[in-house]
C-alpha cells in the first residue's frame, strides 16, 4: 500500500466517525438546557467509543501494512521483531504450559517445565534473524480502556515515540474517566458546556494526532531498523 492510500484508508475512518459526532452534536444543540445535558452523557460514552474504535483501526492499519511487506526480523526496528515473536514470547512465559514428555510423570514440578519451555524458546529462536515479521491480529489490544497508559503502551509496541503527547493526555483521561463513570453508573448528572466541549475537541484531537503519527512513521519506514 502507498503513503497516499494509507493516508485514504485513516482519513475515511476518520471522517464516518466525525459525522457521526457532528450529526448526534447538532442534535443536542437544539434541546433546552435541561435535556441536552442529559443527553450529553450518551453522546461522551458514544466520543469514547470512537476514539477507542479509531486508535485499534490505525495501528491494526500500520500492523496489517507492515506484515505486507514481506520483511524479515533482521530488517526492522526491536519492538517489531519482538513483536513478530509474540506467540514465543507468550508460550515462554505460560506457567500453565507444561512439557509434554514429563506432563504424567513429573506433572508439578515447576522447575523443570519452566525449563522445558526455556528450551523450547531458544530452538524457536534459533532463525530469529531470517524470521519472517507477521505480527498477530491479537498483538494490538487496546484492552476497552485507551487513556494514557494504554496510548503510550500501543506506541511503545511498534517502536514509535510515546513521550511527547503531554498535551493529549489529561483531557484524554478524563474523558475515559467520565465515560467509565458513566457507564457504571456511578455519574448520574448531566454534562455541562464546559466539559463537553473539552470532550469534543478531545476526539476530534486524539484522531487527528494518531493519524498523523502513524501516517509519517509509514511514510519514513519508521518500522525499518536504523543502520
Known sequence: MSLAAFQ???ELEREWREAEVRFLNNLQAG???VEKYKVRRSIVCLLYAHVEGFVKFSFSLYVDQINKKGLFCKDVNPAIAAAAFSKEFS????????????????????????FAREVDFVSSIGDFYDHPVLIGEDYINTENNVGREVLEKMLFQVGLEYTDLKDVYAPLNRLLNVRNDIAHGKR?????DADYSVFINCCRTI????SRRLTNAFGQEKYLKVN
Open 8 to 10: 485514504e484508508q485513516l
Open 31 to 33: 434541546l433546552a438546557d
Open 91 to 114: 508460550a515462554l512465559k505460560d506457567i500453565r504450559r507444561k512439557s509434554s514428555f514429563f506432563i504424567n510423570s513429573l506433572p508439578e514440578d515447576k522447575h523443570l517445565h519452566g
Open 188 to 192: 448520574k448528572q448531566g454534562v455541562e
Open 207 to 210: 484522531m487527528d494526532t494518531v
